[in-house]
Every structure is written in C-alpha cells, then in structure tokens.
Nanobody, 124 residues
C-alpha cells in the first residue's frame, strides 16, 4: 500500500491550500484515513480523519471550521481543504490509513500506512 501526499506550498496568512492523498488501494478497504501534522521540534499529532464506512469526519479543535477532509472513492484520493491559514499551521502534513477502526483515530499508532509528507508554510 502506498500513500502519496501532495499540494503543500507557501501561502500568506488567510490563504488556502488543498492537500491530496492518493492511495494505491480502494479507500473502502481501509477503516479510516487521517491527516497529521508535525511542526519543527514538535511531535506529530492528529488533525483530521474520515471514516470510510459512512463518511463521518472529525477535526482537531484548532482547525475546526477552517479545514475540511473529504474523499473521492473513484479517484482513491482523500483531500484536506485548508482555509484561513495561520502561521501556526506551518508544518509537514502527513496522510495515513488505518485498517481497523479503533474509535477516535487520534493516535498515530492506530494507523498502518503513511504517506511521505508535504510541507505547508504560512508566512507573510
């Protein structure tokens, strides 16, 4: 299984980016797809997840209302639309796939496959 994350770049505060995670297997084969991010010197932490069985989504409170996760099963691709970006959103963003639904999906250890990461820089 391979996950290919893309769409990162540099943007000014208030701008938008859409990240893509292309998966080499059909999305319904996984229980959930998540997005994580890691800023320099910090741990990787969860920011968004979509449950593939019913499309239920969840977002970390600091991105709620600004970020939206979605899936296009026909393209085997999960997206993260990021609006109203802030400097504190600067990080490497990773997508990940989990085989088993453990519930909340916050723990990176619940995920079985990871993409390589894409850098998002928010700066004026």
């Amino acid at each position: 299984v391979q996950l290919q994350a893309s769409g990162g770049g540099s943007v000014q505060p208030g701008g938008s980016l859409r990240l893509s995670c292309e998966i080499s297997r059909p999305i319904p084969e996984f229980a959930g797809i998540g997005w994580f991010r890691q800023a320099p010197g910090e741990d990787r932490y969860w920011i968004s997840r979509i449950r593939t069985s019913d499309g239920w989504t969840d977002h970390f409170h600091s991105v709620e209302g600004r970020f939206t996760i979605s899936a296009d099963n026909a393209k085997n691709t999960v997206y993260l639309q990021m609006n109203s970006l802030k400097p504190e959103d600067t990080a490497v963003y990773y997508c990940a796939a989990q085989i088993i639904d453990y519930g909340l999906g916050y723990n990176p250890d619940e995920y079985d496959y990871w993409g390589q990461g894409t850098l998002v820089t928010v700066s004026s």
